[in-house]
């Protein structure tokens, strides 16, 4: 059973634009939200995070929006650029948990 | 800088062979982890250490074994190799909880190939 669901695979943008990435999640024990970017050949790299606490959490062109009542967050990229053209991963983690829970990842692409 | 190293960035094993995947990482964390990624199944955790000589069952753990003799490094087994164990292997690092730091991080991963 999915707790971190990814539901669309891939998205695709115009440089320039906003890109919204979206993930929704199970589990209310989850009390912290990460998002990592991956690119081919490379390991995930972590890019921004929320705790349960916070419904935004704001770096540079990254904003990530927390929805508690909805069991939702969203990635935010403005302006987007061809370099974040990667897969991105939404992740969690259950309070007292050493682990996280992984979503399947959407691959971003934006065009130049 | 955090720097999580594995051993190799691409290996070609045959069926049967036991293989061992290395995984060094250089911020004294406590935690460490090894994934597996496959495509339209993201990152899935197979092992979980939170000491040494400590691990912990993921979720795909089936054909897999770990070691962790010492705190920086973490070794991943396949005792005898499967073609649908071929995969990226991804190990991680992460602080103990009480860092109050959730973030793990990764190595570059391993192409791992079984003919």
Known sequence: DQQVKQNSPSLSVQEGRISILNCDYTNSMFDYFLWYKKYPAEGPTFLISISSIKDKNEDGRFTVFLNKSAKHLSLHIVPSQPGDSAVYFCAAREGGSEKLVFGKGTKLTVNP | ?115
């Open chain 2, 1 to 115: 800088d955090v720097k999580v190293t594995q051993s190799s960035r691409y290996l070609v094993k045959r069926t049967g062979e036991k293989v061992f995947l290395e995984c060094v990482q250089d911020m004294d964390h406590e935690n460490m982890f090894w994934y597996r990624q496959d495509p339209g199944l993201g990152l899935r955790l197979i092992y979980f250490s939170y000491d040494v000589k400590m691990k912990e069952k993921g979720d795909i753990p089936e054909g897999y074994s770990v070691s962790r003799e010492k705190k920086e490094r973490f070794s991943l087994i396949l005792e005898s190799a499967s073609t649908n164990q071929t995969s990226m292997y991804l190990c991680a690092s992460s602080p103990t909880l009480r860092a109050l730091r959730y973030e793990q991080y990764f190595g570059p991963g391993t192409r791992l190939t079984v003919t």
